[in-house]
């Protein structure tokens, strides 16, 4: 059974930073295109970065772009979301995302707030 593992959020004042970290298990990780996506309330869930199998990595809306930076260690099966300069609107619930020969699979999600 696919296992992924978030970790690192928590509440930072805007303009700080947070790395999220995701840990994989119970599947071939380096098959497996990587991705972080978020949910605010009441809001859907929106694709935020995603790093293929080779290494490249894309992130998707504008408004994190320069900001966030997402890495992979296929030796350690993990993913990581660095964030810096979070602002308010960053605020939501982060989870990370496996896509590959087996399917997609979802992790539980960690919270980040941004607030002062």
């Known amino acids: 059974q696919v296992q992924l593992v978030e970790s690192g959020g928590g509440l930072v004042q805007p303009g700080g930073s947070l790395r999220l970290s995701c840990a994989a298990s119970r599947f071939t990780f380096s098959r497996y295109s990587m991705s972080w996506y978020r949910q605010a309330p009441g809001k859907e869930r929106e694709l935020v970065a995603e790093i293929t199998t080779a290494g490249r990595s894309i992130m998707y809306p504008d408004s994190v772009k320069g900001r966030f930076t997402i890495s992979r260690d296929n030796v350690k099966n993990m993913v990581y979301l660095q964030m810096n300069s979070l602002k308010p609107e960053d605020t939501a619930v982060y989870y990370c995302?496996?896509?590959?020969?087996?399917?997609?699979?979802w992790g539980q999600g960690t919270q980040v707030t941004v607030s002062s």
């Open positions: 995302n496996a896509r590959g020969p087996m399917g997609n699979f």
